[in-house]
């Protein structure tokens, strides 16, 4: 026995060694050689022709002919990136000459799946793929995750702030319904390992897979109900070096700004509004009205357009350098990149402290590196590192809750004008907060301004590394196809945050009586002479959070072909720590099995069974199992069907049942109670002592549980007309049980806050239908059109609501989504109205809620319940969730020589939003610090306009009828945007030869050039919660012109 | 050499794998305790016990500015500033609970957490026999069973009967369960009382003072079992339910008498208010004694069951803060109505329409002593020595009109709780005032009124010494009213005026006076909705300077309708379970 392996082992090495040089090993064998050509017969150079199964391979010379040893039954491979890889069986000829077929950019011939990959013929799970070229496509900035949004059949991308550098902190990922009443993020891997991918520089992907239905996920066991991301990166291919610099530049601007009436439109408003208050004495004068029409006294009664003066086109930045490439021993792709984004505010030009970048304003820098290396140790050992990391700073304003520069640059505008302002010999344009008093009270018609930035800024930094090491060893001496692996990935991320405050709010202060200015504090009013306040540089970097994981793990892989019979085989273990600085690490531990045959890829079986643990639930509790079976058929490979359907080129049918779990958001220790100190309570005693206390833990849910959800999916891929059009449908269905959550059924008298519990239960299903046409009218001339859409629908089944709560409150049959947002501050319910009341005697007809009386002109609240009066067991809940129920996209691309252009569409439907606090900032004029009125609040109800969209205007906006939770604050937030086009030109040829340039790429790209929405204030409809009603940096608009160079 | 390897690898393979479950057997190292560390220890055992004091709901504090006290016809707070006002004026007492600063709703009902902790403690005190000695056990367990009857009595006055839960709930129990009837809670609440009375100290010692005490238990008791007996909820009139009541006030009363542990605070010497009339500063010269039940430290006799920890208003100098005197930081004055002007007796006796002394042109002499303790009114100066008067007639500094929201509504304001001389000129700091839940007054007067609905004025509790107007006389002689006229005392109903009549000017502003009206089934009445202030119209001929009547128009109309007798039960908990029922009407 050992002798025979070490004679093998010698082999091995000797053919490592002959790798490189052509075999000529004499026998039965005979030179071939051929031209290869593409489909309008022009020469293909760099065509690699290898014997299939062997290491004899060659390359086609410059005009596409090629010279190899083969023997008769042997295969030749022919392929070249881009093109279809095709076989020829060595016969009795002694050339072959071959034409190859582009492939379309969307059909790739291999599938990333959990733990590997698969030939997509074969796939019988929902497995969408894009490639990182198509990612580099949309010009997102910081913010990768977003580029995702439309591309990917039953992924929804939200982003609802777009604050440079934070990103992808309110970036919502879901795939496919979001079945859960708990936390619907996807399983994110980056090769293979649990990690963001939020800071990896696009140029650095290769391809990003989800995996959407049971066979695909079971695998990840308990953390894979939520569907799974797999992000995979470049790596080096064998051949020369290949440098692609890449240099890109970005206009950015606010896609949609809310737009204010002047000065005034404003005043006249506001009269309206205090008359319909009765506020008679505060009215503002006829006299004064008149000044501000006029524009006489533009200090005292000014006219200025924030909007305008605060926001101003900025720039971005994106470079990268990677270099690709390796031979026999060793491959790499190296990777450097970096992003500036700057700020679309004009912070930085008001804001005093202009040293060392040291300003208010937003911006963010980002290095990115990365090394991929493979090593050939020996012909059957192969060691994979990777070595990434990234470096952030980043900055903005400390006053910076839920954006409030945004929110109040948008909301107080108090018209002032800049002439005013330039009187100062600091050249700081104040910014006004509280505003203008004469507001509140005229007869006083003090001005109060604030700088934008006035209370410092604040520095991140965040560094994360990753570093991953996997030895692989093919093990065809025990038996062939078998290779084993072991992986070790080591992955550290901390951020950091220092901050210069002010050590008090400071602005200017008019006094109209005698137009003199001073300074003022948030404490008192200064002397105009009185120094700024310094910027305080003492304070101490702190750490905001860190997390490291390390994951290891044991693979061994089995592929083989019987004859028609194909086998393959994967078991996996792995275990993965994750520490946050702050927190008790987490564990967690999974051992995989799956195995697949099929018979010549044709009838496809695959089966699967993760047993995967989490430390998060009670001893006995951690481990469980989860199934997954799938069955394939490749119609189109039957004879009946070749014969028959000329037209019908390919058709494959797919099922998949499987059950998969979720630990997602679960909180840990659930299952212990304990008893911890707690703060002093009542005072006894003389002197009086205050006892310290000892509280008691939450109520312990022994048999806490991850959620399991039962998927089933069928899926169809259809080719038609030599391939040229193809239709991918999938369908599925989920049951989702077990979901934790707080019971609802909870009463006060239980004497605890909530207790935690399995009950939720819910269903969902979907459909996702893919639509492509791929076509090359001539050489010059291809067309591409694709279009995806999903739709998804979900209902709580089981939300463990009281038996007595009424129909029209309770979730329990209402979308998931719906469910979810249930008990949040922002009213997830509302009141519906009948439009406004029309009339005095309306007034006297209609139930009425209790607080502030209505007036003509205000809403009219439908009782629904029919008890006479309007309160909260009227609310009803909206019919439609926050992520939407219903995405799709359609992407175009024509090229035409060397001219390629690219239209991306997208669009969200039945999507309903809750704006913050009843829309109390957005909704109602004159509210809450928010002086001004938006154009769009001129169709008021007036007696002359009763056929409004706004009901009457009020001076405040809690305090007015309108006021309410009511069916108005909750929106409709679909939208239809023409996300990118991009135009660009590929320059190639001598003259850039001899400068060493391959190829050049000019790219000039358009992103979220125009978006449509039925929601009229203005304001990005995306990421409504926080965008339109400016708790959030607004979503931008770019344009991007991109220069790349290959060498 | 190649075996070599894959044995290896297959070796280190095997170690990995072997003790999966051990690898995610890991508990978060804790600053936690576990159930032994807590129970088996006397001073954990307390400190856990401890908290359930901490839903004991304070009447004085900042938060609550007069809201109890403004829900019925005690005084006005004007509702602008506190949302739940209003709210609570126009009767919508659902939303109350959801409102910002509705702590009379909101934090009362929380207290079911406080009866969760007194259930575990009493559920868990096994665990520490032989750990304490046997009188720090029957502490440990009275207190936890008196702090359970007094949230449940707390719930009893506000929403009614309650399910009386004598365990913690469970994770997994059903939480479907029924109401009991007020009459059922009141006797658990009784039960709960008597076996803490039995427990708990007569007296803690200075360490602890503070901390319910025998007495505390049967106050709870006599109270409880008034409310049972009173007509809003003993509605066939049961007069064995009177009896319980006035057998509780008086075991509490025999036994204050027996061994001298509560007696009313006596006056001593004279104060003076001084105010401005026409003929120059007159001087009003009264008993004193009557604030320093108030303001002590660290008791005093007439102290059964209060909120220990003092409120030392500081700055706001008391609760129903009086705006022209702080001026600045002042956001809430409180305005006694003329309702309870009208209510303080003449110095002879009488109510003041039947006084023929009564000049009602000159209102403010000659009236009951607690008059001047509890209300300030026009031209009266009462600061450290300044010369200023207040000004709250009609069109006055401080009287509320426009814009100047927070001054006076009424023409009065009030005193209670706003210790001597102490004011912004003054720069002393305010006393330490209590929130007192009983005193031995209140409980004379339980007495008086179990006794007379039992048999009248002169009915003395068989095996008492003290007939129903003796109990009363009692408290009037303390600030030295006469007794209670003869012509009051002709039957159960004329006296039964008088008893509402002395608690109503006795417990002012003590937040007693809205849950009598609500027991008595009297608040839902005009007089007691409408609330009325003066006007003062100057007038020099006038003894005062000023025309005084009655405004013509009510300053606020509460709304209270029969659901109100019985306040709601939050929407969340009312709609969880057909079992428990929301109160009628809501």
Known sequence: MKPDF????????????????????????????????????????????????????????????????????????????????????????????????????????????????????????????????????????????????????????????????????????????????????????????????????????????????????????????????????????????????????????????????????????????????????????????????????????PDFDWMDFYFKPAFDQNYNINARGGNAFVKYFVSIGYLNESDIFDVGSIFPYKFEKKDA????????????????????????????????????????????????????????????????????????????????????????????????FRRNKSNGVATDVNLEQKLDFITEGLSASVFYSFNNNNE??????????????????????????????????????????????????????????????????????????????????????????????????????????????????????????APGLRFGAFPSFAVGWVGSEENFWKDKLSWFNYFKTRFSWGMVGSDAGIGRWLYISEYTNSSATQGFGYPMTWYPSIQEGTIPVTDATWETAVKSNLGFEMGFLQNRVTLNVDLYDEHRKDILQARRSVPSWVGVASISGNSGETKAHGVEVELGYNHSFSRDFTLQLRGILSANESRVVSYDEPDAKPENVSVEGKPVGVAQRMGYYTPASAIQDAGFYQSFDELFIWPLASGPKPIVGDFKYIDYNGDGVVNDLDRIVPRNPYVPVFTWGANLAAIYKNLTLRVDFYGIGSTTYAMRQGGMFYLYPFTQNKDNAMTAQANHWTPENRDAEWPAVHSMATDQYNYLGNEFSIVDGRYTRLKNVALSYKLEGDRLQKVGIRQMDLTLTGTNLATWTPFKLGGDPEGFNSGVDFGAYPMMKRFTLEVRMTF | MKMKKITIILVSVALIFQGCEEYLDKVQDSTGMDEQQVFTDYNNFRKFEDRMYKDMFNYLADYDYGMIASMCDEGYTESAQWETMGVVQTGDWIRAYSTAQALQFSAVWDAWESIRIANICLQKLPMLEGNATQQQMNQLEGQARFMRAWYYYEFLIRQGGMPYL?????????????????????????????????????????????????????????????????????????????????????????????????????????????????????????????????????????????????????????????????????????????????????????????????????????????????????????????????????????????????????????????????????????????????????????????????????????????????????????????????????????????????????????????????????????????????????????????????????????????????????????????????????
Not at chain 1, 588 to 609: C, D, H, I, M, Q
Not at chain 2, 241 to 251: F, H, M, R
Request: proline share 5%; with cysteine.
């Open chain 2, 166 to 586: 004598e365990v913690p709930l469970g994770g997994s129990d059903n939480y479907a369960m029924p109401r009991l009837s007020f009459h059922e809670t009141a006797l658990k609440i009784a039960e709960d009382c008597d076996a803490a009375a039995d427990l708990l100290p007569e007296e803690w010692d200075m360490a602890n003072i503070g901390r319910p005490t025998k007495g505390a238990a049967m106050a709870v008791k006599a109270s409880a079992l008034l409310f049972d007996a009173s007509p809003s909820n003993n509605t066939s009139n049961n007069t064995e339910y009177w009896t319980a009541a006035a057998e509780a006030a008086w075991d509490l009363i025999d036994y204050a008498q027996s061994t001298g542990q509560y007696k009313l605070v006596q006056s001593g010497g004279t104060d003076q208010v001084t105010y401005r009339a026409p003929g120059g500063v007159q001087t009003i010269t009264y008993p004193s004694g009557f604030d320093s039940i108030f303001m002590y430290t660290p008791y005093n006799d007439e102290i059964i069951w209060e909120l220990y920890e003092a409120v030392n208003s500081g700055s706001q100098f008391s609760t129903f803060t009086i705006a022209s005197l702080a001026e600045g930081g002042i956001i809430q004055g409180y305005s006694p109505s003329q309702n309870i002007v009208d209510l303080f007796e003449t110095k002879n006796g009488l109510a003041i329409g039947d006084d023929p002394e009564y000049d009602a042109q000159n209102p403010y002499i000659e009236r009951d002593p607690r008059f001047y303790h509890s209300i300030l009114f026009n031209r009266e100066r009462w600061t450290s020595g300044t010369d200023l008067y207040l000004e709250l007639y009609n069109g006055g500094r401080d009287r509320g009109s426009g814009d100047l929201k927070h001054f006076s509504y009424t023409g009065y304001l009030a005193r209670k709780f706003w210790g001597k001389n102490v004011d912004l000129w003054s720069g002393a700091s305010a006393p330490f005032t209590h929130t007192i839940y009983f005193r031995y007054a209140d409980i004379l007067l339980m007495y008086a009124e179990a006794a007379n609905e039992i048999g009248g004025p002169n009915f003395t509790l068989p095996g008492a010494t003290m007939s129903a107007v003796q109990a009363v006389n009692k408290v009037r002689e303390r600030v030295e009213m006469p007794g209670v006229n003869p012509m009051y005392l002709a039957n159960k109903d004329t006296f039964r005026q008088r008893i509402k009549n002395e608690r109503a000017v006795e417990l002012y502003l003590e937040g007693k006076r809205f849950f009598d009206l609500s027991r008595w089934g009297d608040a839902h009445k005009l007089q007691h909705k409408q609330l009325y202030g003066v006007d003062l119209i100057e007038n020099p001929g006038r003894p005062t300077g000023y025309n005084i009547s009655r405004t013509s128009l009510p300053v606020v109309t509460l709304t209270f309708e029969q659901k109100h007798y019985k306040w709601p039960i939050p929407l969340s908990d009312a709609l969880m379970f057909k079992e428990f029922k929301q109160n009628p009407g809501w």
């Open chain 1, 361 to 456: 304003s937003y911006w963010h820098n980002r290095y990115t590196f990365r090394n991929n290396l493979d090593f050939n140790l020996t012909k059957s050992t192969k060691l994979t590192v990777n070595l990434a990391g990234n470096i952030k700073v980043w900055n903005k304003p400390v006053d910076d809750y839920t954006q409030e520069q945004w929110y109040e640059a948008v909301t107080a505008l108090p018209y002032y004008p800049q002439e005013a302002l330039e009187q100062f010999p600091d050249d700081y344009i104040p910014y006004d907060q509280d505003g203008i008093r004469y507001f509140e009270n005229p007869q006083q018609g003090e001005v109060r301004l604030m700088w934008i930035g006035g209370m410092g």
């Open chain 1, 6 to 301: 070490i004679t093998k082992m010698r082999l091995h090495a000797w053919m490592c060694l002959f790798i490189l040089l052509p075999l000529t090993v004499a026998g039965q064998q005979k030179t071939i050689t051929g031209k290869v050509v593409d489909e309008f017969g022009e020469t293909l150079p760099g065509v690699t022709v290898v014997v299939d199964g062997t290491t004899r391979g060659v390359s086609t010379d410059i005009d596409g002919n090629y010279s190899i040893s083969a023997s008769p039954g042997e295969v030749l491979v022919f392929s070249s990136v881009g093109m279809n890889t095709q076989k020829i069986t060595v016969g009795a000829e002694a050339v072959i000459n071959v034409t190859l077929s582009e492939t379309t950019a969307e059909i790739e011939s291999v599938v990333v799946v959990g733990y590997g990959v698969q030939k997509k013929e074969t796939v019988v799970g929902a497995v969408s793929q894009i490639s990182g070229e198509r990612l580099k496509d949309v010009k997102m900035g910081g913010a990768i995750e977003n580029s995702l949004q439309g591309v990917l059949p039953g992924m929804v991308v939200l982003m609802q702030d777009a604050t440079p550098g934070e990103e992808s902190k309110s970036i919502t990922m879901q795939i496919r319904a979001g079945a859960s009443m708990g936390n619907n993020s996807p399983l994110i891997l980056v090769d293979g390992v649990e990690r963001s991918f939020t800071n990896l520089d696009p140029e650095e992907i290769s391809s990003i897979s989800i995996l959407k239905d049971a066979s695909a996920t079971a695998v990840y066991g308990v953390k894979g109900a939520n569907g799974v991301v797999i992000v995979n990166t470049k790596r080096g291919s064998e051949g020369a070096l290949q440098l692609d610099f890449t240099a890109e530049t970005s206009l950015k601007m606010a896609t949609r700004l809310p737009e204010y009436m002047n000065s005034y439109e404003t005043m006249l408003l506001r009269n309206e509004a205090y008359k319909n208050d009765g506020k008679w004495s505060s009215l503002i004068s006829d006299e004064a009205l008149e000044h501000y029409r006029t524009g006489d006294s533009p200090y005292l009664y």
């Open chain 1, 496 to 617: 950091y945050m220092k901050e210069y405050p002010l050590d008090y709010l400071f602005g200017y202060y008019l006094n109209p009586a005698d137009s003199t200015w001073s300074r003022y504090t948030n404490w008192q009013v200064l002397d105009p002479d009185t120094p700024q306040p310094k910027l305080i540089t003492s304070r101490n970097e702190t750490l905001q959070s860190a997390g490291r994981s390390t994951y290891y793990k044991g693979q061994i892989d089995y592929a083989r072909s019987f004859g028609r019979h194909n086998v393959t085989g994967v078991g996996v273990f792995s275990r993965r720590q994750y520490r946050g600085i702050f927190n008790f690490p987490s564990y967690e531990e999974n051992w995989v099995a799956r195995g697949t045959y099929n018979y010549n890829e044709k009838y496809l079986f695959e089966a699967s069974v993760a047993y995967t643990g989490s430390e998060k639930f």
